[in-house]
């Protein structure tokens, strides 16, 4: 799904890209296949969206029990990947630059150290899930951890699992795409003529990023 | 002509001030809509015959509105449109503000009944005794899904939310009996979710409080709940459930899941339990019986045996009544527990 | 994600090259094997199977709400029992708006219509589109395989907390809604690139069949409303299986938040469902009253506002629920614009009858039903926005009557009379005339007479979703039931008519209608790619029938 | 292949005036999204009394609008895509806003009622708190 609207204007033939029948030129191609991503990061912020009318409601209500639970995370790993998928997101933006250079090579290794900071991301999240798990910081009725006990604190810890959950699964597929670009950058595509694949699939992680960078002061930093 | 249009509309007969005053409005909005979709609707006809076709592949004249015609077509509606805004937001606004001097009547909606309770007492069950001419404020709450709290001849209506209050307000103009129906889809009986306004004049009223507080007509109340439309197991159950708040159950037995003292009421018929002697058996009405009536006899495991017997403290309707209310107990989509609403304790 | 993965190397989709080129093949006949329609990246033969399934799904709706009506023919039970009836009612919701209207007449005739409007070949991604039928069919397919299996009993609306503490299968229906968003969000993605991206030389946006202005403004809603819907299912499916009680009052969750999110879609899925509706009708009234549009701009610009504030309008179905007085008032005023929109559309729809030839064909019996439906059903919606009005409206049968008139009325009649307009363009058939108006006649009366009884169902008082009701309403429920069971006649004799048609209709001219709308500037029915030889070119705009330009209109009568 | 010709070429130029410029701009972003991480970070610890959540959605919002301006290239591409960001950009803000509306002006009992228990007393004169609900005490009640 996610790829679709990348891959759908870029017919791909390797080396040289062509224009599908139906588009007048390739200008016109990458600029339908472009705008078609923009929707579908649109669509992505609303999706988030959903989560923050949530999150700002139930902030709004309870807000000490919001303040005393954020505390509860543990700021280093948060912060340390918000750093992480900053500069993954650097490494993204300069494999598009190379991409337009043709230096495919460059492009491998940028979307390489993305992926694997991605995947340190990963691994972050992971330990910090863990912790929550021993600590019986869970969602809802899940939720029994005996040093905070104001109404709304399960509250809040269900909406940190449930959007830093979605996010993560965004990460994933972020990854997916970004892997299977890399494979096209392997095989030499892409050029000056050709990098929409690389714009497109960067595009995903940014907006990875972005959602990230408004997730991390609302959760760990109220 | 109020009578008339009243019938014409099929509108239930006015018993409050709100009524009044909905009721003018909708005159007006329907009056003006007819009007004016009569006026469309002729120029559209009359356009069909006039303009009709003469001949195959006929050409027609360009014409394109001018900017006087935009204007008009903009502002004509956006007129209507903002006086009714204003006057139906005007009503709203009434009919969201209680006065000060409203008297407070507590709802809560459970499926599939009404309860109303007074401030001082007493509690009626689907039969809310207000006096005329007098506003009464509604706290309208929820035990376990949306319900909402609709009486036709008042035209209000509010939806009753577990775990907080809503409000809305009444003054009934005239003694009588009117309907209160539920019009938030509630479940299985939602249709059956019937209860009724009885507006008393201020004497009657007042003769009718004073009874109810000494208690002597608690059973005519009962009675007239029992003639409700409310199905009959249901009724046990909450029968069921008023005995064993009385006896005690709840002092060690919790309905939400959690062991206390004994176990929990949640879920309990059907489960299979463990005894202390290490046999599994499944709990069913005799086993509940068996255990108000000779708490040791088959001890859960894990459990001690400090309950007593209810042999002869209850009757057999009682005992029954408290099998059925475990029983209701049993399905995930009775909620427990999730309301942070008022507990209702009956009148002694 | 396979069908769009699986096709890359399909050579089906794309015919080779022709020898005879002046005599390329209709897309109906280009390549007929089923693999040739099921792996299809044609747009028309997209929009006719999506065709296919939305009747097939509206079949499947009608029939749970003549189920519905036979029921409630009397006071007490009369046919199922209470949890059938309760799941009827909900399944006739569900599947009516998830599987009909919402991607009704943007997925049959939008993909059908849209890129022969705009002069281009295909939509911007064929693939993605064909994507986003398999989408649609894939939650169909789990969302019937879940009503088949329990059905759920919460109503279309989902409300908490009902539906995550019900015992019906709620997660696999929701969860085939899900699934149906995505096809609904891949569709309007597409439209919107599509004419953005695609249209052919002389079509400025100021020159855009109103039609297309319908069907991108119902995109952006598509595009921007059904994320939310999306995560609010997911939501609810994650409560009713692990209850996080973010819905849940018991742990502090608001279920009225629950309602304004659910809103935030469900309200502008009002507008995917009749905008498309205007925009058919918008080319209807031109084409057969053979004239321009009456302040074309107007109705291009209310399409959009209607798509703008129809998004904020949202808390008017919220006037009853717990919600602040001051959010009723802001949500009261919105609404009002958004009847001050369709009050503009409705005045030059007939404006554009004005000094017209008008023509009175099945399509246009059903342009004057939809007149009526709009304007009825549009006045009653501005009688809900007062928020007074509302208080004793909210939840009654007046609601059930407001919605199918302007919702279903409005849409049902722009659904056949899209059908008939575009038969011939589609099908290269053509319908029996007389059987056409019969029919339309039916179905307009039949409408009636089911939806004025519950409007005053609605005043005396009669909540909905009612499986049982005081006697006092017998006498209007009967007569609602009777009129259900004309308009199901009603649509019966279509049914006939037009397969008839398809099968046996006599083969129709390219363009029988005469009409200059700039989808009939090609061949009926149109070459797999839309055009042969030499492309269109669109110097005036669409409904121009100032002065005939022969050349230009293949006209074979 | 073909010779569709297509209205949108303007549009598409305008959207295709890019700079091709080195990759020092990028670097620059990265510093300053970093510069700004540990901003929000350093200020979210002081816990502000007031303000601390709007300073770190402003930064937040700056951080997001560097992103999309330069790593998506949102700068240079004009036209539609601008449009779509924004637009949902303000649908997002508004929903917000319209929720936030309701809970702030709604009936304070019609909010969940454990949000803010403290407040609320448990007992009113001539409610005895029996009813439970530790409601506003009317005017007055009948006797």
């Keep these: 799904m996610q790829s679709s609207?990348?891959?759908?204007?870029?017919?791909?033939?390797?080396?040289?890209?062509?224009?599908?029948?139906?588009?007048?030129?390739?200008?016109?191609?990458?600029?339908?296949?472009?705008?078609?991503?923009?929707?579908?990061?649109?669509?992505?912020?609303l999706l988030f969206a959903g989560l923050f009318v949530i999150y700002a409601n139930y902030r709004f209500l309870f807000p000490e029990a919001f303040a005393l639970a954020s505390r509860e995370l543990n700021l280093n790993f948060g912060t340390f990947n918000t750093l992480l998928l900053i500069t993954s997101s650097f490494t993204a933006a300069m494999a598009v630059h190379y991409a337009k250079e043709a230096q495919n090579k460059k492009v491998v290794g940028m979307f390489v150290l993305t992926i694997l900071m991605a995947l340190g991301f990963l691994v972050v999240k992971y330990f910090e899930y863990e912790h929550k798990f021993h600590e019986h910081q869970l969602p809802g009725p899940y939720y029994a951890f005996p040093g905070l006990t104001l109404p709304g604190a399960s509250a809040y810890f269900t909406i940190y699992f449930l959007s830093t959950g979605l996010h993560a699964f965004h990460v994933i597929i972020g990854m997916i795409v970004l892997g299977w670009v890399t494979l096209k950058a392997m095989r030499n595509e892409f050029s000056h003529h050709n990098y929409t694949a690389v714009e497109l699939g960067s595009m995903y992680w940014h907006l990875v990023d972005l959602v990230w960078i408004f997730l991390f002061p609302m959760l760990y930093l109220i | 002509m109020n009578e008339l249009l009243n019938n014409i509309l099929f509108l239930p007969e006015q018993a409050s001030t709100f009524a009044e005053r909905v009721d003018n409005l909708h005159y007006f909005v329907v009056s003006v809509t007819m009007l004016s979709s009569l006026a469309v609707g002729t120029a559209a006809v009359f356009f069909f015959f006039r303009y009709r076709k003469r001949k195959p592949n006929q050409t027609t004249e360009y014409v394109v509105p001018s900017v006087k015609t935009e204007f008009l077509f903009v502002s004509l509606p956006l007129f209507f449109f903002l006086t009714w805004f204003v006057i139906g937001f005007r009503d709203f606004v009434f009919v969201s503000t209680p006065p000060k001097d409203a008297m407070d009547v507590y709802v809560m909606g459970k499926q599939w009944m009404w309860k109303f309770s007074y401030p001082e007492g007493p509690n009626g069950v689907n039969v809310l005794h207000v006096p005329a001419n007098r506003p009464v404020r509604l706290l309208i709450t929820s035990r376990d899904v949306l319900h909402s709290f609709f009486v036709p001849a008042f035209r209000i209506k509010m939806d009753a939310v577990p775990g907080r209050y809503t409000q809305t307000w009444f003054e009934a103009t005239k003694p009588g009996t009117y309907q209160i129906l539920c019009t938030e889809y509630c479940g299985l009986s939602h249709s059956k979710m019937l209860g009724e306004v009885v507006v008393l004049s201020p004497e009657e009223w007042d003769a009718w409080v004073k009874e109810q507080r000494k208690g002597a007509l608690q059973n005519r109340q009962d009675a007239l709940a029992d003639l409700s439309l409310e199905p009959h197991p249901a009724r046990m159950a909450e029968q069921g459930q008023k005995v064993a708040a009385e006896v005690g159950c709840f002092k060690c037995h919790t309905v939400n899941g959690e062991p206390h003292i004994g176990p929990t009421f949640l879920g309990m018929y059907g489960r299979t339990e463990t005894l202390d002697t290490g046999r599994d058996i499944r709990v069913d009405e005799a086993w509940i019986t068996q255990s108000m009536m000779d708490p040791g006899a088959h001890l859960v495991a894990g459990y001690p045996n400090v309950m007593p017997t209810f042999q002869g403290k209850l009757t057999g309707p009682q005992t029954a009544a408290i099998v059925e209310y475990i029983k209701t107990l049993r399905t995930p989509d009775i909620r427990t527990g999730a309301s942070q609403g008022p507990t209702y304790e009956p009148i002694q | 994600m396979s069908p769009s993965s699986s096709i890359a190397a399909e050579p089906g989709a794309v015919p080779a090259p022709d020898e005879h080129h002046e005599h390329h093949p209709s897309y109906l006949v280009d390549g007929t094997t089923v693999k040739s329609w099921l792996l299809t990246l044609d747009h028309k033969r997209i929009g006719v199977m999506y065709l296919i399934w939305v009747l097939l799904f509206f079949l499947i709706g009608g029939i749970y709400a003549l189920v519905v009506r036979l029921e409630l023919l009397t006071p007490g039970p009369t046919l199922i029992d209470a949890m059938t009836y309760n799941r009827a009612f909900t399944m006739h919701g569900v599947v009516m708006i998830f599987l009909f209207?919402?991607?009704?007449?943007?997925?049959?005739?939008?993909?059908?219509?849209?890129?022969?409007?705009?002069?281009?070949?295909?939509?911007?991604?064929?693939?993605?589109?064909?994507?986003?039928?398999?989408?649609?069919?894939?939650?169909?397919?789990?969302?019937?395989?879940?009503?088949?299996?329990?059905?759920?009993?919460?109503?279309?609306?989902?409300?908490?907390?009902?539906?995550?503490?019900?015992?019906?299968?709620?997660?696999?229906?929701?969860?085939?809604?899900?699934?149906?968003?995505?096809?609904?969000?891949?569709?309007?993605?597409?439209?919107?690139?599509?004419?953005?991206?695609?249209?052919?030389?002389?079509?400025?946006?100021?020159?855009?069949?109103?039609?297309?202005?319908?069907?991108?403004?119902?995109?952006?809603?598509?595009?921007?409303?059904?994320?939310?819907?999306?995560?609010?299912?997911?939501?609810?499916?994650?409560?009713?299986?692990?209850?996080?009680?973010?819905?849940?009052?018991?742990?502090?969750?608001?279920?009225?938040?629950?309602?304004?999110?659910?809103?935030?879609?469900?309200?502008?899925?009002?507008?995917?469902?009749?905008?498309?509706?205007?925009?058919?009708?918008?080319?209807?009234?031109?084409?057969?009253?053979?004239?321009?549009?009456?302040?074309?701009?107007?109705?291009?610009?209310?399409?959009?506002?209607?798509?703008?504030?129809?998004?904020?309008?949202?808390?008017?179905?919220?006037?009853?629920?717990?919600?602040?007085?001051?959010?009723?008032?802001?949500?009261?005023?919105?609404t009002?614009?958004?009847?001050?929109?369709?009050?503009?559309?409705?005045?030059?729809?007939?404006?554009?009858?004005?000094?017209?030839?008008?023509?009175?064909?099945?399509?246009?019996?059903?342009?004057?039903?939809?007149?009526?439906?709009?304007?009825?059903?549009?006045?009653?919606?501005?009688?809900?926005?007062?928020?007074?009005?509302?208080?004793?409206?909210?939840?009654?049968?007046?609601?059930?009557?407001?919605?199918?008139?302007?919702?279903?009325?409005?849409?049902?009649?722009?659904?056949?009379?899209?059908?008939?307009?575009?038969?011939?363009?589609?099908?290269?058939?053509?319908?029996?005339?007389?059987?056409?108006?019969?029919?339309?006649?039916?179905?307009?009366?039949?409408?009636?007479?089911?939806?004025?009884?519950?409007?005053?169902?609605?005043?005396?008082?009669?909540?909905?979703?009612?499986?049982?009701?005081?006697?006092?309403?017998?006498?209007?429920?009967?007569?609602?039931?009777?009129?259900?069971?004309?308009?199901?006649?009603?649509?019966?004799?279509?049914?006939?008519?037009?397969?008839?048609?398809?099968?046996?209709?006599?083969?129709?001219?390219?363009?029988?209608?005469?009409?200059?709308?700039?989808e009939w500037m090609t061949e009926s029915p149109p070459p797999t790619h839309n055009f042969v030889g030499p492309q269109p070119t669109y110097s005036e705009e669409p409904h121009f029938y100032v002065e005939p330009k022969k050349a230009e209109v293949p006209d074979a009568v | 292949m073909s010779a569709m010709a297509n209205e949108s070429f303007k549009e598409d130029r305008e959207m295709r005036q890019e700079h091709h410029s080195g990759p020092g701009k990028y670097v620059a972003i990265w510093i300053a999204l970093m510069v700004l991480t540990v901003v929000t970070v350093v200020t979210g610890r002081m816990h502000f009394e007031t303000g601390a959540l709007a300073l770190a959605l402003v930064i937040a919002s700056v951080k997001g609008a560097l992103v999309a301006l330069y790593f998506m290239h949102l700068a240079e591409h004009q036209g539609a895509s601008r449009i779509v960001f924004v637009t949902s950009m303000l649908f997002v803000v508004l929903m917000l806003l319209f929720t936030l509306f309701d809970i702030g002006t709604r009936f304070r009992p019609a909010l969940p009622s454990s949000s803010t228990p403290q407040e609320w007393p448990v007992s009113t004169p001539g409610q005895s708190g029996r009813y439970g609900g530790g409601l506003q005490a009317p005017g007055t009640n009948p006797k």
Excluded at chain 1, 26 to 44: D, I, K, P, S, Y
Excluded at chain 3, 103 to 128: E, Q, T
Excluded at chain 3, 472 to 499: D, K, Q
């Design chain 1, 5 to 45: 609207p990348a891959t759908a204007g870029a017919a791909g033939v390797p080396y040289r890209p062509q224009v599908a029948a139906h588009f007048a030129s390739l200008e016109v191609q990458n600029h339908a296949a472009r705008l078609g991503m923009w929707l579908f990061l649109a669509t992505e912020i």
């Design chain 3, 101 to 334: 209207m919402i991607p009704a007449i943007p997925g049959a005739f939008g993909n059908f219509m849209l890129p022969l409007m705009l002069g281009a070949k295909d939509v911007a991604f064929p693939r993605l589109n064909l994507l986003s039928l398999y989408l649609l069919l894939t939650g169909a397919v789990i969302a019937i395989w879940g009503m088949i299996n329990g059905g759920m009993d919460t109503g279309w609306t989902f409300y908490t907390p009902y539906s995550t503490h019900t015992t019906t299968t709620v997660a696999p229906i929701l969860f085939g809604a899900f699934i149906i968003g995505f096809s609904s969000i891949a569709t309007g993605l597409n439209f919107i690139v599509t004419t953005h991206t695609m249209r052919a030389p002389g079509i400025t946006w100021w020159k855009m069949p109103l039609f297309v202005w319908a069907m991108y403004a119902t995109a952006c809603i598509q595009v921007l409303a059904t994320p939310v819907l999306g995560l609010v299912l997911l939501l609810v499916v994650g409560e009713h299986i692990f209850h996080f009680g973010i819905f849940d009052p018991a742990q502090g969750g608001d279920p009225v938040l629950f309602q304004h999110l659910f809103w935030f879609y469900s309200h502008p899925a009002v507008y995917i469902m009749v905008l498309p509706a205007f925009g058919v009708m918008s080319e209807v009234v031109a084409a057969f009253s053979r004239k321009n549009i009456f302040g074309y701009r107007a109705v291009a610009f209310s399409s959009l506002g209607i798509a703008f504030v129809g998004f904020f309008a949202w808390g008017h179905h919220m006037f009853v629920s717990g919600q602040s007085t001051f959010n009723a008032g802001v949500f009261a005023v919105l």
């Design chain 3, 336 to 518: 009002m614009l958004v009847g001050v929109f369709t009050a503009i559309k409705v005045f030059n729809w007939v404006g554009t009858v004005y000094k017209g030839a008008v023509d009175f064909k099945t399509p246009f019996a059903y342009f004057c039903g939809f007149l009526y439906f709009t304007v009825f059903g549009g006045m009653t919606g501005v009688a809900f926005a007062t928020a007074s009005l509302d208080v004793p409206w909210h939840d009654t049968y007046f609601v059930v009557a407001h919605f199918h008139f302007i919702m279903v009325g409005a849409t049902i009649m722009a659904f056949m009379a899209a059908i008939h307009y575009w038969f011939p363009k589609m099908f290269g058939k053509m319908y029996h005339e007389g059987w056409g108006l019969v029919s339309a006649a039916l179905i307009i009366l039949g409408f009636n007479a089911t939806f004025i009884p519950q409007f005053l169902l609605g005043n005396a008082g009669m909540p909905r979703r009612y499986y049982e009701y005081p006697e006092r309403f017998e006498t209007l429920n009967v007569a609602s039931t009777a009129g259900a069971s004309l308009l199901a006649f009603g649509f019966l004799i279509s049914a006939i008519y037009l397969t008839y048609a398809l099968v046996y209709g006599r083969r129709a001219a390219s363009n029988p209608w005469r009409s200059r709308g700039y």
